[in-house]
């Protein structure tokens, strides 16, 4: 009797050491500014809420921002792991102005309805495909950036969803490869106005979802690596401190893997480009009455693991 429930346990003993090692591993890779500081360099938050190894400062050769490193693959993430085993110097939090993780990405590729529990909330059918929109990358701003409100707009509604970002460049990607092509995970806050996406311009979702500053992201690029499982975190949105949207990632129709085959088989992937995964129930409009942003409003989008970012509406 005591054989197999040895074998069990070190069985058991040899997974978590496993999967310690993974989270080890993981990096929270991050762009940011200082005013010391010429552009964007790229860094390393030593934790969440942590602060910031300047990895450009540990190799002067690395580039400056995310989408080129990605391009390098392994050959820049080595050197990144090394700089966070090295034990650099750390720069204060309160130094630095942390902007998106990535910028200026190839295309960001947006998810509709893809919570079961969002779309029980609107008492609609569950999609049997991904429905896919975008937004432009214009609208992307750093994780403490300001919401700016358009004057086109009076229904912009907030969304926290989880983001993934393509390291691998790749078309018709299989399912059981797509984890090969995934760099990392962040929050996202997909800001939307929903006079115009569900009244004007053709009921076209797109006009009403990519107004300047209307993508926050951050705080860091998680690598997958130190996700146990990106399909099963506790994701929530606040409004003025008031919890407006709580629910998990488990609730996704489809998964990480699932839309990077599925958006593959249309266009090539590049290292950079953003997928955002869709919003769990909670969202302004479905609210009786709806409720909408207004200026001097907060938003927090955080995600088990990933981090907090905070937009203070203008």
């Known amino acids: 009797m005591l054989v197999p429930v040895s074998r069990t346990l070190f069985t058991a003993l040899l997974q978590n050491h496993k999967v310690l090692y993974q989270i080890s591993r993981g990096m929270r890779l991050v762009q940011f500014q200082t005013p010391h500081l010429k552009g964007p360099h790229l860094g390393l ?97 750093g994780p403490y950036d300001d ?16 983001a993934f970002v393509i ?5 018709h990607i299989k399912a059981t490869d797509a984890m090969a092509h995934v760099a990392g995970f962040t929050v996202a806050h997909d800001v939307s106005a929903r006079d115009w996406q569900m009244r004007r311009n053709g009921k076209q979702w797109l006009l009403g979802k990519t107004f300047d500053t209307f993508c926050p992201l951050g705080p860091a690029l998680v690598t997958k690596d ?15 401190g008031e919890v407006v949207q709580s629910s998990s990632t488990n609730q996704m129709v489809f998964k990480t893997e699932d839309l990077i085959a599925w958006v593959s088989q249309f266009v090539t992937l590049y290292p950079g ?9 909670g969202v302004g409009v479905f609210r009786k009455p709806p409720v909408f942003l207004k200026k001097g409003d907060e938003v927090q989008c955080e995600i088990e693991g990933l981090g907090t970012i905070i937009n203070r509406v203008v």
């Open 45 to 141: 938050e030593e934790k969440d809420g942590g602060g910031v190894i300047d990895l450009n400062a540990f190799d002067p050769s690395l580039p400056k921002t995310m989408r080129e490193f990605l391009e390098q693959g392994e050959t820049t993430l080595s050197v990144a792991k090394r700089a966070l085993e090295s034990k650099q110097p750390v720069l204060k939090r309160s130094e630095v102005t942390f902007l998106a993780p990535i910028t200026q990405p190839d295309k960001v590729v947006c998810v509709g309805m893809n919570y079961v529990d969002h779309c029980k909330e609107q008492n609609v059918p569950v999609p049997t495909e991904p429905i896919i929109f975008s937004k432009f990358s214009s609208s992307i701003v």
């Open 147 to 162: 919401v700016v409100l358009p004057p086109e707009s009076k229904e912009v509604d907030w969304e926290v969803e989880l």
């Open 273 to 281: 480009d953003v997928f955002l995964t869709g919003t769990p129930p």
């Open 167 to 171: 390291g691998k460049k790749g078309k």
């Open 226 to 240: 130190c996700v146990a499982d990106p399909h099963n975190l506790k994701i929530c949105c606040r409004v003025n």
